[in-house]
């Protein structure tokens, strides 16, 4: 039996991932600067292409900030570079036959659920901050992109009222990921009265604390925009 040889780790590689377990050990903290850029040279007696390619690693992943002149120090690493790490991998998935469907399916169980917590722990300044968002988006009727953006907006302000940073972060992506999507389907005909309506329904289930009303009626609106994706020529 033959086995492929296996790949040496390249130098930086290893440089970062130790930095890493230290950080994942907890030996470097939210705040801690890393040692100057020559004490890690000569504790990794590595050279210093390797040393500052690991350090730009480590800021590309979020857990280090490298500043002008300043030594890099631990930070803690937000949903923005955690979903940003996979963007494009994603964006690549989306061309696949099959992968704008997947998307837009768990898109529905992802926005369907916030639907349903957002009723169930609504207080009144989330409520009314919905209702303004959905005041928004009946005024833009007719403005192909104000609509588009006061689309994104009430779908925001139903998951803002999660307070939970990963879940709007992940909402802000499939947005950004689906973006043309949304743009396609927004343009059939009676999409936008379509929309609208069925943000009414889904802000009055939410406003009356009806968890079951807000995830059913979520469900139904956007199995509705895949309709419309479908009509527009979608896959």
């Known amino acids: 039996m033959a086995f492929d040889p296996i790949p040496r780790r390249r130098l930086y590689e290893e440089v970062a991932r130790r930095i890493e377990d230290l950080i994942s050990s907890g030996e470097l903290a939210?705040?801690?600067?890393?040692?100057?850029?020559?004490?890690?040279?000569?504790?990794?007696?590595?050279?210093?292409?390797?040393?500052?390619?690991?350090?730009?690693?480590?800021?590309q992943k979020g857990l280090v900030a490298v500043g002008n002149g300043e030594r890099a120090r631990v930070v803690r690493p937000d949903a923005g570079h955690l979903i940003g790490a996979v963007s494009s991998a994603v964006r690549v998935y989306?061309?696949?036959?099959?992968?704008?469907?997947?998307?837009?399916?768990?898109?529905?169980?992802?926005e369907s659920a916030i639907a349903r917590e957002a009723a169930r722990i609504a207080t009144r300044p989330d409520i009314d901050r919905i209702e303004r968002a959905l005041d928004?988006?009946?005024?833009?009727?007719?403005?192909?992109?104000?609509?588009?953006?006061?689309?994104?907006?009430?779908?925001?302000?139903?998951?803002?009222t999660l307070g939970n940073p990963l879940l709007t972060g992940l909402h802000t992506a499939l947005t950004e990921w689906l973006a043309e999507q949304r743009r396609s389907s927004l343009q059939v005909?009676?999409?936008?009265?379509?929309?609208?309506?069925?943000?009414?329904?889904?802000?009055?289930?939410?406003?009356?604390g009806d968890g079951?009303?807000?995830?059913?009626?979520?469900?139904?609106?956007?199995?509705?925009?895949?309709?419309?994706l479908r009509f527009a020529g979608g896959k």
């Not at 928004?136 to 803002?160: M, P, Q, S, Y």
């Not at 009676?190 to 889904?202: C, F, L, S, V, W």
């Open 94 to 110: 989306l061309q696949e036959s099959d992968g704008e469907v997947q998307f837009q399916a768990a898109r529905r169980l992802f």
């Open 136 to 160: 928004e988006n009946r005024a833009a009727r007719g403005d192909a992109a104000a609509f588009e953006l006061t689309d994104v907006g009430f779908h925001f302000e139903i998951v803002k």
């Open 30 to 59: 939210e705040g801690d600067a890393l040692p100057a850029e020559r004490d890690l040279l000569q504790q990794f007696d590595d050279g210093r292409p390797a040393v500052r390619e690991a350090l730009l690693s480590l800021q």
């Open 212 to 228: 079951d009303a807000a995830e059913a009626e979520m469900q139904s609106h956007l199995d509705r925009v895949s309709e419309f």
């Open 189 to 208: 005909e009676g999409a936008e009265t379509a929309a609208t309506n069925a943000h009414e329904r889904i802000f009055a289930a939410i406003a009356s």
